[in-house]
């Protein structure tokens, strides 16, 4: 068998001695998360996608939220501090992040960018987020997450 590869997401889980499990799931192309779940079977209110927003100020904010909700721009921008923030675009996200839409982690990006969790994630023990690469998605706690990327939790999502 193979060895699996592995992405930056997973090796820096791995440099810093964080359990995580790996799912994989068949997709050649960008899905999105409430199909991304349907295909590993993880529950939907435990599943969160990564977006990357940009501040008036221009710097970059990463956020994570439950795949279900939406982030909510005033809130988010409250939670870093400006007075508002926008998404990136799509054709954006490579450059910015080093990752494709679809598969873009909040661990591994080109810069450790500011990070907010909702606050949701603290409900529980383990939630499932991309792994960096379309067709993997990471388990991990929420906790250990937040501290790894120096998140703060806040509710950021509706």
Same mark, same amino acid.
């Given at each position: 068998?193979?060895?699996?590869?592995?992405?930056?997401?997973?090796?820096?889980?791995?440099?810093?001695?964080?359990?995580?499990?790996?799912?994989?799931?068949?997709?050649?192309?960008?899905?999105?998360?409430?199909?991304?779940? /349907? %295909?590993?079977?993880?529950?939907?209110?435990?599943?969160?996608? +990564?977006? !990357?927003?940009?501040?008036?100020? =221009?710097?970059?904010?990463?956020?994570?939220?439950?795949?279900?909700?939406?982030?909510?721009?005033?809130?988010?921008?409250?939670?870093?501090? /400006? %007075?508002?923030?926008?998404?990136?675009?799509?054709?954006?996200? +490579?450059? !910015?992040?080093?990752?494709?839409? =679809?598969?873009?982690?909040?661990?591994?990006?080109?810069?450790?960018?500011?990070?907010?969790?909702?606050?949701?994630?603290?409900?529980?023990?383990?939630?499932?987020?991309?792994?960096?690469?379309?067709?993997?998605?990471?388990? !991990?706690?929420?906790?250990?997450?937040?501290?790894?990327?120096?998140?703060?939790?806040?509710?950021?999502?509706?």
């Amino acid at each position: 068998m193979a060895k699996e590869a592995k992405t930056n997401a997973m090796r820096m889980l791995d440099k810093n001695k964080i359990s995580y499990e790996t799912i994989t799931y068949e997709c050649e192309e960008f899905i999105d998360g409430l199909h991304t779940a /349907e %295909k590993t079977g993880a529950p939907v209110e435990q599943s969160f996608k +990564t977006l !990357v927003a940009q501040g008036k100020s =221009g710097q970059y904010y990463v956020f994570v939220i439950p795949i279900a909700l939406e982030v909510q721009l005033k809130a988010a921008a409250k939670a870093v501090g /400006e %007075k508002s923030v926008e998404l990136i675009h799509v054709k954006d996200i +490579t450059k !910015v992040t080093g990752y494709v839409r =679809g598969g873009c982690s909040p661990l591994g990006m080109k810069k450790l960018f500011p990070t907010v969790i909702d606050a949701s994630a603290r409900n529980f023990d383990q939630i499932y987020i991309s792994g960096g690469r379309i067709g993997i998605s990471l388990k !991990v706690d929420p906790v250990k997450l937040a501290g790894l990327v120096r998140a703060e939790f806040q509710e950021i999502a509706g």
